[in-house]
């Protein structure tokens, strides 16, 4: 158990619709990024918040959006959901804006049907 | 822009046998690097890391990895695996002087037949 908690575990929706999906970091890390992994895309790199603010931004689409919270939990709602964007939706924590090791959480599984 | 290659997408192995799986970066700064294991069903678990230093580097679970800067590559080792190793690995990356989000290789199914 790393420590980073992300809800729900699965998701099923259909095409068009909106869902947010939730992580909470480690107890003390500043940090919170997303992954996407998907069959033909792999693990891919979306967003990073650090104590609130954006930090970096990697392939996420413009209907994706992500926010962290005052007490550091974090947000990535994804909108006008398409087929394409089943995959697992990772969240990792990590101390600091810079910090080298990430843990991860178990994940969120979307279906859009 | 960086990439990281794994050039194995599946392996099988049987119980005791040697493991070695090869991961390749593109960046020509200074990187840091990273082997993560995904057991079926469960989340990304960090075995090793390489930051500076020596560049062999132990993990936990008896794996090692050894980082040749001249190479590029970042290769996973272990010198007998057992069918508990069944998982899925990825390398990963991430450059020191930018963002500090990892990059992943395409990841190495790994099958160990008792």
């Known amino acids: 158990d790393s420590g980073v908690t992300q809800t729900p575990k699965h998701l099923i929706t259909a095409t068009g619709q909106r869902v947010t999906l939730r992580c909470s970091p480690r107890?003390?890390?500043?940090?919170v990024y997303w992954y996407q992994q998907s069959l033909d895309q792999g693990l891919q790199f979306l967003i990073q918040y650090y104590n609130g603010e954006e930090r970096a931004k990697g392939n996420i689409l413009e209907r994706f959006s992500a926010q962290q919270f005052p007490d550091l939990h974090s947000e990535l709602n994804l909108s006008s959901l398409e087929l394409g964007d089943s995959a697992l939706y990772f969240c990792a924590s990590s101390p600091g804006s810079h910090s080298y090791e990430q843990y991860f959480g178990p994940g969120t599984r979307l279906t859009v049907t | 822009a960086q990439s990281v290659s794994q050039h194995n997408h599946h392996v099988i192995l049987s119980e005791a046998a040697s493991l070695e799986l090869g991961c390749n970066y593109s960046y020509g700064g200074t990187v840091n690097l990273f082997w993560y294991v995904q057991y079926p069903g469960q989340h990304l678990q960090l075995l090793l890391k390489y930051f500076s230093g020596d560049p062999l580097v132990k993990g936990i679970k008896g794996f090692e990895a050894e980082f040749i800067k001249s190479k590029f590559s970042f290769n996973l080792r272990k010198p007998s695996v057992q069918w508990s190793d069944t998982a899925e690995y990825f390398c990963?990356?991430?450059?020191?002087?930018?963002?500090?989000?990892?990059?992943f290789g395409s990841g190495t199914r790994l099958l160990v037949r008792p």
């Open positions: 990963a990356v991430n450059e020191v002087d930018s963002s500090y989000k990892l990059i």
């Open positions: 107890s003390g890390d500043l940090s």
